[in-house]
């Protein structure tokens, strides 16, 4: 009898011990991972902290906008109105028909403010052969049924590129140019 009281004795201090000794180590493991944390924070760990090396001051204050002699908003209007030199507006559709001599095909040249002074020209191409040259469209004009020969295209479709060049409307001045994919399907009548 007194072995078994000696052995539940030994066996609930074993349970106490295990107990104690996980607590322990959790609380070291809890302090170690928010020293850490703080450690890391510190150097600048975008993904930890929120301040470090990394960051901006704050305190540094904001410069002004313009060149001294005018305001923000003379400034702004400047930077919009060079903005808007550089940007137009085209509505190019991605695939073309090509059926008994003519070409089926959504490019406009769309009238508004970005493109009341610029022209487009529009070249179908395949790989380095120009294949069709559309005219030049004003702001507000669209490329109409054309009349062109693309008979040496088997029939189904063929992925060719369509380039978009930008002009000055007053100046003929070159702008920019944009090349885009375009699938032509070829239907014979």
Do not use: C
């Not at 072995?3 to 809890?30: D, P």
């Not at 450690?39 to 060149?67: A, C, P, Q």
């Not at 003929?172 to 140019?177: Q, S, V």
């Amino acid at each position: 009898m007194r072995k078994e009281k000696v052995a539940e004795a030994t066996s609930k201090n074993s349970r106490k011990k295990k107990k104690r000794i996980l607590g322990i180590l959790a609380a070291f493991l809890l302090v170690v991972s928010a020293a850490t944390g703080y450690w890391l924070s510190e150097r600048g760990n975008d993904f930890i902290g929120t301040k470090g090396k990394n960051h901006m001051k704050d305190n540094r204050g904001y410069g002004v906008y313009g060149d001294g002699n005018s305001n923000s908003k003379d400034m702004e209007k400047v930077l919009q109105e060079e903005t808007n030199k550089s940007m137009y507006h085209m509505h190019v559709g991605t695939s073309a028909i090509y059926k008994g001599g003519e070409l089926i095909w959504d490019v406009k040249n769309v009238l508004d403010g970005f493109n009341k002074d610029k022209v487009i020209q529009v070249d179908v191409v395949q790989g380095e052969k120009v294949l069709f040259q559309s005219p030049t469209l004003l702001p507000g004009q669209y490329l109409p049924k054309t009349k062109v020969n693309l008979d040496f295209l088997t029939e189904g479709e063929h992925r060719v590129k369509s380039r978009l060049h930008v002009y000055n409307a007053k100046t003929k001045e070159y702008i920019n140019t944009l090349e885009t994919p375009l699938i032509i399907k070829v239907e014979k009548p």
